[in-house]
T-cell receptor
Framework: DVKVTQSSRYLVKRTGEKVFLECVQD?????MFWYRQDPGLGLRLIYF???????EKGDIPEGYSVSREKKERFSLILESASTNQTSMYLC????????????FGQGTRLTVV | GDSVTQMEGPVTLSEEACLTI???????????LFWYVQYPGEGLQLLLK?????DKGSNKGFEATYRKETTSFHLEKGSVQVSDSAVYFC???????????FGKGTSLLVTP
């Protein structure tokens, strides 16, 4: 089974902190994604990566950056956390040539206080 | 741009009732279409998919048919169970894109 593992289920951080959310997949997938999930808004794409060191902005990249130094790991960075970044963050991965099925991690619920 | 619209929830049904969750999409070309399900406290998992017009995806008693003429991919189940209580997301991936575009999700609660 494909496994996408997010390093934390719950995080509480202070406003202004630099926050790292880590995601690891074990199936050699080329594509990796970060979404945030908010009530009434569904899932919105923050960033994705289709190869090591490659990244593309999604729909809501402001206030975020990403890093992909190894194929299996994709990190989301909140440069200076703010309360409006309190949310559920979901990581996903997929094969490059697959017709689109993505596998998701269990999510990280981040609270910024 | 590509987008997905699905019916607002929450939807509350009694066990063994019929379920339909409407989903329509806007996209150029021929996108692939998906239904994902999120059980409480868990991440999303793929429920079913269809990659071309008139394809029917099915899994766990759920079905959805890719209708290009009406740009729809409605999720149906003939008899729901309490264990089907979850949030359901319709999604599409365009042929030229990497990422999935999701609808806002529909919460389903099935009562005994």
């Amino acid at each position: 089974d494909v496994k996408v593992t997010q390093s934390s289920r719950y995080l509480v951080k202070r406003t202004g902190e630099k926050v790292f959310l880590e995601c690891v997949q074990d199936m050699d997938h080329e594509n990796m994604f970060w979404y945030r999930q908010d009530p009434g808004l569904g899932l919105r794409l923050i960033y994705f990566s289709y190869d090591v060191k490659m990244k593309e902005k999604g729909d809501i990249p402001e206030g975020y950056s990403v890093s992909r130094e190894k194929k299996e790991r994709f990190s989301l960075i909140l440069e200076s956390a703010s309360t409006n970044q309190t949310s559920m963050y979901l990581c996903a991965s997929s094969l490059w040539m697959d017709i689109g099925e993505a596998f998701f991690g269990q999510g990280t619920r981040l609270t910024v206080v | 741009g590509d987008s997905v619209t699905q019916m607002e929830g929450p939807v509350t049904l009694s066990e063994e009732a019929c379920l339909t969750i409407n989903c329509t999409y806007t996209a150029t070309g021929y996108p692939s279409l998906f239904w994902y399900v999120q059980y409480p406290g868990e991440g999303l998992q793929l429920l079913l998919k269809a990659t071309k017009a008139d394809d029917k995806g099915s899994n766990k008693g759920f079905e959805a048919t890719y209708r290009k003429e009406t740009t729809s991919f409605h999720l149906e189940k003939g008899s729901v169970q309490v264990s089907d209580s979850a949030v359901y997301f319709c999604a599409l991936r365009s042929n030229s894109g990497y990422a999935l575009n999701f609808g806002k999700g529909t919460s389903l609660l099935v009562t005994p």
